[in-house]
C-alpha cells in the first residue's frame, strides 16, 4: 500500500513539474531578458480606442503605446482622467481595449456607441498628447494613475495598437518556475523508479540462500547419520 502511494504522488509530482518546466519555459523564451511583454490590436478602424486604467494601469511597470496608420494618415493620442476621457467620448461609436489575452499576446476589444465622435483634440482636459503622421508613441508612467489613454486617427483608418509593459523579474519568474519543474520531475521520478529494483533485490535475497541452506543442512544431517550407523556398525563386529 505505502508503494503504491509513493508511485501516485511520483506520478502526480512529474507532472507537476512538466507542466512547469513548459510554461516557465515558455514565457521566458517569449519575454526575453528584458522582460517585455507587447500586446497588439490589429485596429483597422476608423473609430478612436480607448485603453481603461484597468489595463493601462494593471502593473507597477511604466506602459509604452505605440499607435499606426496607413501612409498618409496622422495619429493622435492623449491622456486624461477617465471620467473626463469618457464625458469627451460620450456616446459615440469607439473601441474599449477589455483586457489581454497571452494566449496570442493581443488586446481583446469590444465596440461601443454610435455615431460620428466629437473632436477630440480640441477639449482642454487633455494631461499629456502628442499626434504625429504615420506612427505616435507614448509612454504612460504609472505614478500618474489612473489614466485612460484615447487614441484617434486622420486622413486614414489605425491599422495597429500596441502596448508594451516591461519587467525584469518576470523573466526572472519564468526560468525559477522552470527549475522548480525539474526538481519536481526529479523527485518523482525518484519515487518511481527506485522501489521496482529494491523489491527485485529483496525477492531475490530472500529465495535464494534460504533453499540452499536448508539442502546443504539436510545433505549434512545425512551423512552425518550414515557415518555414525557405520561406525556402530564396525564396533560390533570387532567386538565378536
Do not use: Y
Request: charged residues 20%; hydrophobic residues 45%; proline residues 3%.
Amino acid at each position: 500500500m505505502v508503494t503504491i502511494v509513493k508511485r501516485v504522488v511520483g506520478a502526480v509530482l512529474s507532472l507537476l513539474g512538466l507542466g512547469l518546466v513548459v510554461v516557465g519555459a515558455w514565457f521566458a523564451t517569449q519575454l526575453g531578458t528584458s522582460g517585455s511583454a507587447e500586446f497588439t490590436l490589429a485596429a483597422d478602424s476608423d473609430v478612436p480606442v480607448l485603453i481603461q486604467p484597468d489595463v493601462l494601469n494593471r502593473v507597477d511597470s511604466d506602459a509604452v503605446v505605440r499607435a499606426t496608420t496607413t501612409s498618409g494618415g496622422s495619429v493622435w493620442m492623449a491622456l486624461a482622467n477617465p471620467s473626463d476621457a469618457t464625458a469627451v467620448v460620450g456616446s459615440s461609436r469607439h473601441q474599449e481595449v477589455t483586457g489581454v489575452s497571452v494566449r496570442d499576446w493581443a488586446l481583446t476589444t469590444t465596440t461601443r456607441g454610435s455615431g460620428e465622435s466629437p473632436a477630440l483634440g480640441e477639449a482642454d482636459l487633455w494631461r499629456k498628447q502628442d499626434s504625429a503622421k504615420d506612427q505616435v508613441r507614448l509612454t504612460v508612467l504609472q505614478s500618474e494613475a489612473p489614466e485612460t489613454l484615447v487614441i484617434a486617427a486622420t486622413g486614414a483608418p489605425l491599422t495597429s495598437v500596441t502596448l508594451t509593459v516591461r519587467d525584469k523579474s518576470w523573466f526572472v519568474e519564468a526560468v525559477v518556475a522552470a527549475l522548480i519543474g525539474l526538481f519536481l520531475i526529479a523527485g518523482g521520478v525518484l519515487l518511481l523508479l527506485p522501489h521496482r529494483r529494491s523489491e527485485g533485490a529483496a525477492g531475490s535475497a530472500a529465495g535464494g540462500p534460504d533453499v540452499g541452506d536448508d539442502a546443504t543442512g539436510e545433505e549434512r544431517t545425512t551423512i552425518g547419520s550414515d557415518t555414525t550407523a557405520d561406525d556402530d556398525t564396525t564396533t560390533e563386529e570387532v567386538a565378536r
